[in-house]
C-alpha cells in the first residue's frame, strides 16, 4: 500500500508561482510513474497535467502548461515536485497527484481511464486570483 500526500496549494495572483509537492510513503519498486491531474469541483473532468517515469526520468506536459509547469523528482525524499509559474485563473483546480507501478508515463497516459492508476492523493487546493 502506498500513501500519497499532496501539499503547496494555496491562492495566488495571476502571473505567479506555487511549487507542489507530493510525498509517497514508500516505493514498493524500483520502476514507477507519477503523475499531476487537476479538476474543478462541479466542472470538467479531471484531466492529466503532467508525468514523471523513474526509469529515465523522462517528462510530459499537457499542451496548456507547457513551458509554465516542470515536474521533477528528489528520490532521497520520496517526493515529486510540480513547479508552477506564470499561472493563470483557467489553472484554478484541486491538484491530485497519481502513482502507478510501472515505466508507463507517456503524454497518453495522462488521458487513461482514472481507475487505472494504483495510488491517488487527497488533494491539494489551488487558487489563482485575476
Known amino acids: 500500500q502506498v500513501q500519497l500526500v499532496e501539499s503547496g496549494g494555496g491562492l495566488v495572483q495571476s502571473g505567479g508561482s506555487l511549487r507542489l509537492s507530493c510525498t509517497a510513503s514508500?516505493?514498493?519498486?524500483?520502476?514507477?510513474?507519477i503523475g499531476w491531474f487537476r479538476q474543478v469541483p462541479g466542472g470538467k473532468e479531471r484531466e492529466g497535467v503532467s508525468c514523471i517515469r523513474s526509469s529515465d526520468d523522462s517528462t510530459y506536459y499537457l499542451d496548456s502548461v507547457k513551458g509554465r509547469f516542470t515536474i521533477s523528482r528528489d528520490n532521497a525524499k520520496n517526493t515529486v515536485y510540480l513547479q508552477m509559474n506564470s499561472l493563470q485563473p483557467e489553472d484554478t483546480a484541486v491538484y491530485y497527484c497519481?502513482?502507478?507501478?510501472?515505466?508507463?508515463?507517456?503524454?497518453?497516459?495522462?488521458?487513461?481511464?482514472?481507475?487505472?492508476?494504483?495510488?491517488w492523493g487527497q488533494g491539494t487546493q489551488v487558487t489563482v486570483s485575476s
Open positions: 514508500q516505493f514498493t519498486s524500483d520502476n514507477w510513474s
Open positions: 497519481a502513482t502507478e507501478i510501472s515505466n508507463g508515463c507517456s503524454y497518453y497516459w495522462l488521458f487513461r481511464p482514472f481507475d487505472e492508476y494504483d495510488y
